[in-house]
């Protein structure tokens, strides 16, 4: 992939990370797959940013597990559709959100 602001190619070294994230994850919302996994889809994302891929990837046919640790993600989301997930002395207890103020609240 070549970048180019103002005319001149950027060197890889010099094109942000959330970039690259960006185009993957726009790419990746309308490759059709059956099964999106995207780990902490925040990071190294502007919210104005986050806020077009998680509208694109809300807009995708495919099945999305993403990740995050984020409050932001969660209030963009429907929460309806997550599931959240507790580390305990026994191991991870995975618990789907059933109102959707609990899921901003912990």
Do not use: W
């Amino acid at each position: 992939m070549k970048v180019y602001q103002y005319g001149y190619e950027l060197d890889p070294l010099c094109i942000p990370d959330g970039l690259y994230k960006t185009f993957v994850n726009s790419y990746s919302s309308r490759a059709e797959a059956p099964l999106l996994i995207i780990d902490e889809v925040e990071n190294t994302l502007h919210a104005k940013i986050l806020q077009y891929i998680i509208d694109e990837l809300k807009n995708s046919e495919s099945t999305m597990i993403i990740t995050t640790h984020s409050p932001i993600v969660i209030n963009m989301v429907d929460p309806g559709g997550l599931l959240m997930v507790e580390m305990t002395l026994e191991g991870s207890v995975f618990k789907r959100v059933r109102e959707p103020e609990e899921a901003r609240r912990d």
